[in-house]
């Protein structure tokens, strides 16, 4: 089975613009969250989706939203990019939304270089 | 705010011998905790978790120790190969958060062989 895919797996791009991640969840699973993690630090919390809605958002800045489509994909925007938002960043589905003992399974990520 | 913290950013064994990573969590207050491993261009990877009204488990090879008193988590690897280098990180779950995953920054860990 495949696990959760990500795509692209590179992009660069340059401050000011926006930029679109997409996200698709092991077959079956209905919750997709996102990460950020900058070079040398753990994952942070961006955004949890489940059935389409958000059901959690982490201390980012309004530049970034995402959204979940009927078929439990998902897309990552961040607008105005800054140099900061240089990271790999990392979508997890698991099973279910809500409870803290659902096994979240991760992507390979996709690393933004922002110039 | 909230933090989970590592002790040791680096750590070096020889293959064979044992491997111990600490983690330092800050909130008494979290539910569940989760070691993970991720190697070079990939997400991490699911190892072992403990909740928190138990103080140890094991695994194949490793094995978590939790201790609420001094709120500190390890993460003991048996007989270390090449094969477990990576970056280890420990995360916490709360309940009122739900799915969120809240990690510490990393411990690198190189096996000299």
């Known amino acids: 089975d495949a696990g959760v895919t990500q795509s692209p797996t590179h992009l660069i791009k340059t401050r000011g613009q926006h930029v679109t991640l997409r996200c698709s969840p092991i077959?079956?699973?209905?919750?997709v969250s996102w990460y950020q993690q900058v070079l040398g630090q753990g994952p942070q919390f961006i955004f949890q989706?489940?059935?389409?809605?958000?059901?959690g958002r982490g201390n980012f800045p309004d530049r970034f939203s995402a959204r979940q489509f009927p078929n439990y994909s998902s897309e990552l925007n961040v607008n105005a990019l800054l140099l900061g938002d240089s990271a790999l960043y990392l979508c997890?589905?698991?099973?279910?939304?809500?409870?803290?003992?659902?096994?979240?399974?991760f992507g390979p990520g996709t690393r933004l270089t922002v110039l | 705010g909230e933090s989970v913290g590592l002790h040791l950013p680096t750590l070096s064994v020889q293959e064979g011998d044992n491997s111990i990573i600490n983690c330092a969590y800050s909130?008494?207050?979290?539910?569940?905790f989760i070691w993970y491993k991720q190697e070079s261009g990939k997400g991490p990877q699911f190892i072992i978790d403990?909740?928190?009204?138990?103080d140890k488990r094991q695994g194949q090879r490793v094995t978590v120790l939790l201790n609420k008193t001094v709120k500190h988590l390890s993460l003991q690897i048996a007989a270390t190969q090449p094969g477990d280098s990576a970056v280890y990180f420990c995360?916490?779950?709360?309940?009122?958060?739900?799915?969120?995953?809240?990690f510490g920054a990393g411990t690198i860990l190189r096996v000299k062989s």
């Open positions: 997890a589905s698991s099973l279910a939304g809500q409870g803290i003992y659902n096994e979240q399974f």
């Open positions: 077959s079956g699973h209905k919750s």
């Open positions: 989706y489940y059935e389409k809605e958000e059901r």
């Open positions: 909130n008494s207050a979290s539910d569940y």
């Open positions: 403990i909740r928190s009204n138990m």
């Open positions: 995360a916490e779950k709360r309940w009122e958060y739900g799915n969120k995953l809240v």
